[in-house]
């Protein structure tokens, strides 16, 4: 009862609007007073035509137009010639009940077109304001309320709108880049006006169309350039310039060099996931900025100034540590999102996640970096152990028959296939065991992996079960317990014959890289010889 006392007790944290004053525009704009001018203000143009010049734009504004800024001096109205411009600024307060920042209405442009019940309450909140009455001593303030909740209400809508129309615009951008793409053709899209279109593009990506546009024909003509050198014209082409010359020219321009430059530079790269980092430091390269699994972190000395965290901290700090490194390529799997938000930074190189194996994703990278012929040398070198396993196995198993791995967390369990690693790449692409028919009905190839209730594993028979990851909280652990005490796993036949193998390393078997497959092929080389 105590408690629920003094949590009654704790004050809201809530926004209060005050009105400080309302005019006519033709009455005055600007105030000599410093507290009155910096107050938040309301700009509804109630009749006739005018120009309005905010953060150096210049905007045309009618009847109808709303404009939200936050100091009434640093806007320059005039009315346009031979027609009379009238409007009602309303400056008003924020006062926060705990002190914190208040919630102060904004939108960065002018708000066109809005509703009519915006302009009469409005003019009403003038009128009243002309002839308060102590009466209805709440009534002025309750118009005020309602006209700030309408305006609100405005934003939102408007911002979603445009959130709708700005992905669809930026995904056509995306994938018609190498086609004729004008900025009326979008706008039509966006079914909006091409002064409306442009401002909010640029509101939106930080960059006028023309130049997002180009950046997007340089950035993929960068990730040409990472693997061969192509004649300029074929290039231009495929990205949308009509010539080479042009297209060199727009290049040096963004990069700082010319195509052949770029192609021949030893690159600076930054890797966004421990995987790609994992194929650099097994080529003998440190890349300027990566992601470090804490295995990799175990096996390698790491310089807290070239790692990057995939989670934590804002998007901005992300964005800034990124561009510190001054990269020429960014690597990550293709299914990684917001990536497209470092292309003013430089080239992100999207490999697939479930389509390329880790020796394809493993060369492409030396080929990036120049290092061909050490990715086969140490590709070699791993076929060669490949080959001794091998050898062991045929001895001591002749036939491999079905395994499956399992992750148990902490509410599920995972069974993994070859191409999401933990393992499963190796046994059942390099020494030939095979996933049991009831993952394979169950869509384990389709989708990489199945989710399951711990207690499920069962429905999953094998000749080899390996568990490579364990729950460390205490429910689950309890379940697991349960399970491997159940009559259906003692009776499973890897059970019976001691072929289950309990690893419990998911730091280890968590990478799909050459330094992680390696150190799993040891692994799972030693208990398989151990055991059988």
């Known amino acids: 009862m105590e408690d629920r006392l003094s949590k009654d007790r704790i004050p809201y944290s809530h926004t209060y609007y005050l009105p400080v004053s309302i005019s006519n525009w033709e009455e005055t704009l600007i105030t000599t007073d410093e507290e009155m001018a ?46 009379r411009f009238e409007g009602i600024l309303i400056r008003y307060r924020c006062l926060n009940s705990d002190g914190a920042e208040p919630n102060v209405l904004k939108y960065p442009e002018p708000l066109w077109d809005c509703s009519l019940n915006i302009i009469s309450l409005t003019a009403e909140l003038e009128k009243v304001s002309r002839n308060l009455s102590n009466s209805k001593p709440f009534h002025f303030q309750q118009l005020f309320v309602e006209l700030l909740s309408e305006l609100s209400e405005e934003i ?10 700005m992905e669809q615009v930026l995904h056509y951008i995306d994938t018609h880049f190498h086609e004729d793409v004008t900025r009326e053709q979008m706008a039509t899209l966006a079914q909006v006006s091409p002064e409306h279109f442009s401002r909010a593009f640029r509101r939106h990506t930080g960059q006028t169309f023309s130049a997002y546009l180009a950046m997007l024909r340089i950035r993929t003509s960068q990730n040409r350039l990472l693997f061969n050198m192509p ?33 021949h530079k030893q690159k600076r790269v930054v890797t966004l996931n421990s995987n790609h980092t994992a194929c650099l430091l097994a080529l003998g390269i440190t890349p300027e900025l990566g992601v ?81 012929w050490h990715v086969e040398e140490w590709l070699a070198h791993y076929d060669e152990l490949i080959c001794s396993f091998n050898q062991k196995l045929d001895q001591r198993l002749c036939e491999r028959g079905t395994a499956v791995v399992w992750e148990i967390g902490t509410s599920s369990a995972y069974c993994i296939n070859s191409s ?41 028979p094998a000749d ?32 019976k014959k001691n072929r289950v193998y309990v690893i419990d390393k998911p730091d280890l078997f968590y990478g799909y890289d050459p330094l992680s497959s390696q150190a799993q092929l040891h692994e799972l080389m030693r208990l398989l010889t151990l055991q059988n």
């Open 38 to 83: 910096s107050c938040p203000c309301v700009l509804v143009v109630s009749n006739g035509n005018g120009l309005l010049t905010l953060n150096e734009q210049q905007y045309a504004l009618s009847r109808g137009c709303v404009v939200l800024w936050h100091n009434s001096n640093e806007l320059k109205l005039s009315a346009q010639l031979h027609t």
């Open 292 to 372: 470090y699994s804490s295995w990799i972190e175990s096996v390698k000395h790491v310089n807290p100034v070239q790692k990057l965290y995939e989670c934590g901290g804002s998007a901005s700090s992300f964005y800034e540590t990124v561009a510190a490194a001054h990269p020429d390529v960014i690597i990550d799997y293709n299914t990684a999102k917001g990536n497209n938000v470092l292309l003013p930074l430089a080239p992100v190189l999207g490999l697939s996640f479930m389509n390329i194996s880790w020796r394809e994703q493993f060369r492409l990278i030396a080929d990036i970096v120049e290092r061909q």
């Open 231 to 263: 004649k300029l014209e074929n290039l231009a082409q495929e990205v949308g310039y009509k010539e080479g010359n042009y297209l060199s020219r727009k290049f040096k321009q963004l990069v700082g060099l010319s195509p052949t430059a770029y192609h």
């Open 420 to 460: 999401y690693g933990r393992g499963s790449q190796i046994l059942y692409e390099d020494i030939g065991f095979r996933p049991p028919v009831s993952l394979l009905k169950h869509g384990i190839d389709r989708w990489g992996y199945v989710e399951e209730e711990i207690e499920a594993i069962v429905d999953y």
């Open 156 to 165: 939102e809508r408007r911002l979603q709108q445009t959130g709708s129309w």
């Open 464 to 495: 080899h079960i390996f568990i490579t990851g364990l729950p460390s909280n205490l429910a689950a652990k309890k379940r697991m317990n349960r399970l491997f005490r159940s009559e259906p796993w003692l009776k499973m036949e890897a059970v």
